[in-house]
T-cell receptor, first 115, second 113 residues
Framework: DTEVTQTPKHLVMGMTNKKSLKCEQH?????MYWYKQKAKKPPELMFV???????INESVPSRFSPECPNSSLLNLHLHALQPEDSALYLC??????????????FGPGTRLTVL | DAKTTQPNSMESNEEEPVHLPCNHS???????IHWYRQLPSQGPEYVIH???SNVNNRMASLAIAEDRKSSTLILHRATLRDAAVYYC??????????????FGTGTRLKVLA
């Protein structure tokens, strides 16, 4: 199984709502990533988890709260978002073995719209 | 973080080779060069990666300059299904000890029938 799954595919939420994005992989990868992608722009790294611990936070606002409950799951909790947070949110995973290229596997993304 | 620069767009005729360039003049000795592509309404898809030597796989070839300050992704025979945004990415190892993948601006490849 070389697939990264993300749910939901689409999400519309108001600025006062709380919602969560979910990501799952069963490839034994111990690194998992959240990216944000605006239209016609490259993905921007948000968070990296390594062995279920947060290792990189790219100065992301606290209204985005990541969680990695186990080695297969990655969540992104959303609260009090702004309309400018509307974007495609991508999850990815990879091995952590040093000295190798370690390709990332991406999910199809969640298209988020904040009203 | 080392950065990459790519042309915004390129065009190719179907069945012809395509050379997609990438500049990464501030690359460090341990940065791997990755290429991904993103088809419309999909997540990025791995294409190829390398460190110093040229690399070939079933999808493409990667030519890396001797000084590693630039690289070229080569699609040997472009098909309509290769129309996508191609990203040149450096895999960086910051002080946190966890790899970061730094996307370039991407090249939108249009393949003409």
């Amino acid at each position: 199984d070389t697939e990264v799954t993300q749910t939901p595919k689409h999400l519309v939420m108001g600025m006062t709502n709380k919602k969560s994005l979910k990501c799952e992989q069963h490839m034994g990868h111990r690194a998992m990533y959240w990216y944000k992608q605006k239209a016609k722009k490259p993905p921007e790294l948000m968070f990296v988890y390594s062995y279920e611990k947060l290792s990189i936070n790219e100065s992301v606002p606290s209204r985005f709260s990541p969680e990695c409950p186990n080695s297969s799951l990655l969540n992104l909790h959303l609260h009090a978002l702004q309309p400018e947070d509307s974007a495609l949110y991508l999850c990815a995973s990879s091995h952590l073995t040093s000295g190798r290229g370690n390709e990332q596997f991406f999910g199809p993304g969640t298209r988020l719209t904040v009203l | 973080d080392a950065k990459t620069t790519q042309p915004n767009s390129m065009e190719s005729n179907e069945e012809e080779p395509v050379h997609l360039p990438c500049n990464h003049s501030t690359i460090s000795g341990t940065d791997y060069i990755h290429w991904y592509r993103q088809l419309p309404s999909q997540g990025p898809e791995y294409v190829i990666h390398g460190l110093t030597s040229n690399v070939n796989n079933r999808m493409a070839s990667l030519a890396i300059a001797e000084d590693r300050k630039s690289s070229t992704l080569i699609l040997h025979r472009a098909t309509l299904r290769d129309a996508a945004v191609y990203y040149c990415i450096l895999r960086d190892l910051p002080t946190s000890g966890t790899y970061k993948y730094i996307f370039g601006t991407g090249t939108r490849l249009k393949v003409l029938a």
